[in-house]
């Protein structure tokens, strides 16, 4: 696998764990209006029904994201769905490959579709606790320019998409790392204090 194929993989995937209809509305219009060369195994998303669906799934959710509590729903049904979305773009970015290549990569893609998945999510359950709903709106559209911007990204600098992703991904292990020491340590001190 290259850079260029790499950088594809990561940035989608990730991208999809964040708004999975809006990633693939990206891949299927840029398939359909060529906006960047893309190899032949892209045409997977060059469907109309593909594409229909993604656009309209991708309005609902923009409304959904909207909600505060609603928006934890939705996010909670898509806990399945993200990473299974993530895995499966990361193999139609793959082109022919071996079953085990393909093995690995869907399994690269669905976790990194997780990963940024459990974070979209967790960050919109600590917004809803604001009293205000402002912060739950800014997140959902700062989502929607994210992932706008890092399919982007994927089709026209993939090696950037590579290092964006691979920064995040890297940001997001140390701050789950974070959180777990926090979190022992607090049960921890629970427990001596009991």
């Not at 991208?15 to 960047?36: E, M, P, Q, S």
């Not at 892209?42 to 594409?51: E, G, L, P, Q, T």
């Amino acid at each position: 696998m290259d850079l260029v194929t790499l950088g594809r993989t990561l940035g989608f995937s990730f991208a999809a764990g964040v708004n999975l209809y809006a990633t693939v509305a990206i891949l299927g219009l840029a398939a359909r209006y060529g906006w960047v060369d893309l190899p032949p195994q892209f045409r997977a998303f060059d469907n109309s029904i593909v594409i229909g669906i993604a656009i309209v799934m991708y309005v609902v959710e923009f409304f959904a994201d909207k909600i505060p509590y609603f928006d934890s729903v939705w996010d909670l049904v898509h806990t399945a769905i993200r990473p299974v979305g993530g895995a499966l773009i990361a193999v139609a970015t793959l082109g022919e490959a071996s079953p085990a290549v393909e093995g690995l990569v869907a399994l690269l893609g669905g976790t990194v579709a997780a990963g940024s998945h459990l974070t979209k999510t967790s960050t919109r359950a600590v917004a809803n606790a604001s009293p205000e709903p402002f912060s739950n709106w800014f997140l959902s559209l700062g989502e929607d320019l994210f992932v706008v911007g890092l399919g982007f990204l994927a089709l026209r600098h993939p090696v950037v998409a590579l290092v964006v992703a691979a920064t995040l991904i890297a940001l997001i292990v140390v701050f789950a790392a974070a959180i777990i020491r926090t979190v022992r340590r607090w049960f921890s001190r629970r427990a001596l204090d009991s």
